[in-house]
């Protein structure tokens, strides 16, 4: 089960009129596809997608799953939207409400173990071990976890646990962190439990009916079998703007941290029949990431380009994230930006600065644009900046 | 679109594969890689399926298993439908069936296939000529000039030194064919055919059984060339731009032709795209030490050396330091460091090693087999 419902606000306009699963990411990629793609290497065949906040584009970008094999007829993804039934119609109300509200949908399958997935990371992994592991422990919740750096561990959700990895205690951003084992927000539930304990939340009507704050708090009081898995790998949250970029440049380090370029992990999507890309006679290419239908005439440095971009002759784009369909118009210098998809970067723009010529680095971040904006020719988008509108 | 019922289209995929014998070894003329990404036939399929034609049939002769594995179920190019939709046809495929010589014995095999479909008008088009057309305008003209057969062509050039399988058209003032030639001796401008005729089912029906009856199989002698039968030949001018491959130096130029925009342009227009299998390859990586010029590269690869002037298919690999001009890389290859390629096509999945030095000329393109290891 993907939650991919939330209106992922701390992306501001790159999530104005699509859901955050389906902000651009990687050169040719949605971020949904690196969660509905491990599915597909892992072998789950029968994969809900919660969605809620503007679905549209989403909702079209899944369609009948085919992308991602999960096109299948028995199973296959199913993209679900919060419902009117005889007992009246709700939005989601939290991660386990939405759950909840999809009880009869996994019924249908009568699974023995179900995964639930966040949408808003990027990461390789094989869910089958997990579920190994899960069968193995005699677990009734197996919670993902990541080794991270102490300074980090006081933003996340840490899990304290005994020489068996059976978790014992879980903090929610802890001041002085008392491990370093951070929950990824990717669990494996047996089924019976999970539903047992949907029902009891939902019943006991607190309110609150979210998995961090009230299903797994309830299995642990309760002396349910919870259990870490340690994961190993690149893994990525994308929710902020800066996070996002970081997470593009990455693909871009010298150290390759996440390969999309194995063949026996694929990462799939939903493609547009466009031919190769061209680099033209006068187009400077270096360090960058470039995809199928862009045409390439001015400068690119540490870059990623998805498809479909048109980068006239004098145009310089630098440590930025330009996303399909845009055109950079000549003279313009994009730089420390994301831009988004179908954008016009006037004549002479400038859009972003380097850091390195701010003093005080508080004063500086990324600028970004929005999707289907125009900047008008000669216009100044500056660090920090986010452009929903024109101009 | 609206889908037309009422156009049967039908694929030549193995024809005139002797004129590219290095690539043709091991598949159909169809499956031959063009533009980094694409194999002949999908310029054929996606002209059909633009054209709102959505019964199609591929007509093969031997070594079709790429070309299987390529089309599948027709998917990729919409034409996975039931109505209609996309069907191979061997040989061999029915009791008393036999390997065809031509394409009107190629017909007369799979004959129950065309009486079968529900379509009035036949389009046959060969796998040899790249280029993006809309069928309609054609068919247009066919029914409205009530000629037996409206024949393609573009205005075009032949030189009989280095052009093979051309067939010529003399055109009257009518705009009917008045005159049919093979491979002339002569040089120059002409009114050259792209093999893709429009003909009623009806019509279709008559030449196949009477050719069958007559044991005739050649499209272009028995019923193109025949004086005797005077068949109202329409001549319908395509103006779009093309490219015929009919050599391996042809097949070399019509690839690096794409590196002009607008031949690109016109091959890929927006409105009608051209379809094909997807590999869900990741996009281009350019190294720090890479040096990009003039060239068309494909998803997946990872480029780390100097290109100038080539095509380079899906799944490449150039190692730091090579210099690759002039050349045609196809899926896969992999080239190693401080190599130097110029002049030179590689098949498919080829292996270089580190400091490999491979020329070819202008005229004379060095061509590596599929899989070779050097």
């Known amino acids: 089960?993907?939650?991919?419902?939330?209106?992922?606000?701390?992306?501001?306009?790159?999530?104005?009129?699509?859901?955050?699963?389906?902000?651009p990411f990687g050169g040719k990629y949605r971020l949904i596809d690196f969660p509905l793609s491990n599915c597909t290497n892992s072998g789950i065949d029968t994969v809900g997608v919660l969605t809620q906040y503007q679905p549209l584009v989403l909702n079209d970008y899944i369609g009948n799953g085919e992308p991602w094999d999960l096109d299948r007829m028995n199973g296959g993804v199913h993209v679900l939207p919060p419902y009117e039934s005889k007992s009246g119609a709700s939005w989601y109300e939290g991660t386990a409400n939405a759950i909840y509200q999809n009880i009869?949908?996994?019924?249908?399958?009568?699974?023995?173990?179900?995964?639930?997935?966040?949408?808003?990371?990027?990461?390789?992994?094989?869910?089958?071990?997990?579920?190994?592991?899960?069968?193995?422990?005699?677990?009734?919740?197996?919670?993902?976890?990541?080794?991270?750096?102490?300074?980090?561990?006081?933003?996340?959700?840490?899990?304290?646990?005994?020489?068996?990895?059976?978790?014992?205690?879980?903090?929610?951003?802890?001041k002085v962190p008392r491990s370093t084992l951070a929950s990824m927000g990717i669990y494996v539930f047996t089924w019976a439990k999970l539903k047992k304990y949907l029902i009891e939340n939902e019943n006991a009507n607190t309110g609150s009916k979210d998995f961090g704050k009230d299903i797994i708090p309830a299995m642990l009081n309760n002396g349910e079998r919870i259990y870490a898995?340690?994961?190993?790998?690149?893994?990525?949250?994308?929710?902020?703007?800066?996070?996002?970029?970081?997470?593009?440049?990455?693909?871009?380090?010298?150290?390759?941290?996440?390969?999309?370029?194995?063949?026996?992990?694929?990462?799939?999507?939903?493609?547009?029949?466009?031919?190769?890309?061209?680099?033209?006679?006068?187009?400077?290419?270096?360090?960058?990431?470039?995809?199928?239908?862009?045409?390439?005439?001015?400068?690119?440095?540490?870059?990623?380009i998805f498809g479909n971009v048109t980068i006239e002759e004098g145009a310089v784009v630098r440590?930025?994230?330009?996303?399909?369909?845009?055109?950079?118009?000549?003279?313009?210098?994009v730089e420390y930006a994301i831009v988004g998809e179908e954008c016009v970067i006037g004549k002479n723009a400038h859009i972003g600065r380097s850091p390195e010529e701010y003093d005080n680095r508080d004063e500086w971040s990324i600028a970004v644009t929005g999707h289907r904006i125009t900047v008008g020719d000669g216009k100044d988008v500056l660090p920090k900046q986010i452009l929903s509108e024109s101009i | 679109m609206a889908t037309n019922q009422n156009i049967l289209g039908l694929v030549f995929a193995s024809i005139h594969d002797e004129a590219v014998l290095d690539l043709t070894k091991n598949r159909t003329m169809g499956s031959v890689p063009f533009g980094g990404r694409y194999r002949l036939i999908d310029f054929p399929l996606s002209n059909f399926v633009n054209s709102g034609i959505s019964q199609v049939g591929v007509i093969t002769k031997r070594n079709y298993s790429s070309l299987l594995d390529h089309i599948g179920s027709g998917r990729e190019w919409d034409l996975a439908r039931k109505k209609g939709g996309l069907h191979l046809l061997p040989p061999y495929s029915h009791t008393g069936a036999t390997m065809y010589n031509g394409r009107l014995d190629a017909l007369g095999n799979v004959w129950s296939f065309v009486e079968n479909s529900s379509a009035d008008y036949v389009?046959?088009?060969?796998?040899?000529?790249?280029?993006?057309?809309?069928?309609?305008?054609?068919?247009?003209?066919?029914?409205?000039s009530g000629a037996d057969i409206t024949a393609i062509y573009a205005k075009g050039y032949y030189d009989q030194l280095k052009d093979r399988h051309a067939t010529i058209f003399g055109i009257g003032g009518d705009g009917f064919v008045n005159d049919v030639t093979i491979d002339p001796p002569?040089?120059?401008?002409?009114?050259?055919?792209?093999?893709?005729?429009?003909?009623?089912?009806?019509?279709?029906?008559?030449i196949v059984k009477e050719s069958m009856s007559r044991s005739r199989y050649s499209f272009r002698r028995d019923i193109l060339l025949d004086r005797n039968t005077k068949y109202r030949i329409l001549a319908y001018e395509h103006t779009g731009y093309f490219a015929k491959i009919d050599s391996l130096?042809?097949?070399?130029?019509?690839?690096?032709?794409?590196?002009?925009?607008?031949?690109?342009?016109?091959?890929?227009?927006?409105?009608?795209?051209?379809?094909?299998?997807?590999?869900?390859?990741?996009?281009?990586?350019?190294?720090?030490?890479?040096?990009?010029?003039n060239s068309l590269i494909a998803d997946g690869c990872v480029i780390d050396g100097k290109v100038e002037n080539c095509v380079i298919f899906r799944g490449v690999k150039i190692g730091k330091g090579s210099v690759v001009r002039d050349s045609i890389i196809t899926q896969d290859t992999?080239?190693?460091?401080?190599?130097?390629?110029?002049?030179?096509?590689?098949?498919?999945?080829?292996?270089?090693a580190d400091e490999r030095q491979l020329t070819g000329s202008a005229g004379y393109p060095l061509f590596i087999s599929k899989g070779a290891e050097i």
Not at chain 1, 137 to 160: C, F, H, N, Y
Not at chain 2, 123 to 144: E, G
Request: net charge negative.
């Open chain 1, 1 to 23: 089960m993907l939650l991919a419902g939330g209106q992922g606000s701390r992306l501001y306009a790159l999530t104005q009129d699509m859901a955050k699963p389906a902000v």
């Open chain 1, 104 to 174: 009869s949908f996994i019924e249908r399958y009568d699974p023995e173990y179900v995964v639930v997935l966040g949408g808003d990371h990027i990461y390789k992994m094989d869910y089958s071990k997990m579920v190994d592991y899960h069968k193995a422990q005699k677990a009734d919740l197996t919670i993902a976890v990541l080794d991270v750096p102490r300074s980090e561990a006081s933003r996340m959700g840490i899990m304290i646990c005994d020489d068996e990895m059976r978790v014992t205690e879980f903090e929610e951003k802890p």
């Open chain 1, 229 to 304: 898995y340690t994961f190993e790998g690149y893994w990525k949250d994308v929710g902020t703007l800066d996070s996002l970029w970081d997470a593009n440049m990455d693909l871009l380090a010298p150290a390759e941290q996440l390969n999309l370029y194995d063949k026996k992990w694929r990462i799939y999507s939903r493609h547009n029949n466009l031919p190769p890309q061209y680099i033209g006679t006068e187009a400077e290419v270096e360090n960058a990431m470039i995809t199928e239908g862009s045409v390439i005439h001015g400068k690119v440095d540490f870059s990623v």
């Open chain 1, 319 to 333: 440590y930025s994230v330009v996303m399909p369909g845009t055109v950079i118009k000549s003279g313009a210098i």
């Open chain 2, 123 to 144: 389009i046959l088009s060969n796998c040899d000529v790249t280029t993006s057309i809309d069928f309609r305008p054609a068919v247009q003209a066919h029914i409205a």
């Open chain 2, 186 to 206: 002569m040089t120059g401008n002409c009114n050259l055919g792209l093999d893709m005729f429009v003909m009623s089912k009806a019509f279709l029906r008559r």
């Open chain 2, 249 to 293: 130096e042809s097949y070399f130029n019509a690839n690096l032709a794409l590196l002009d925009s607008a031949k690109r342009i016109a091959l890929f227009p927006k409105a009608r795209p051209v379809y094909t299998k997807t590999k869900d390859n990741a996009p281009v990586r350019f190294g720090l030490e890479s040096h990009i010029r």
């Open chain 2, 334 to 352: 992999v080239i190693g460091a401080r190599c130097s390629i110029r002049n030179v096509i590689t098949d498919k999945n080829v292996q270089i």
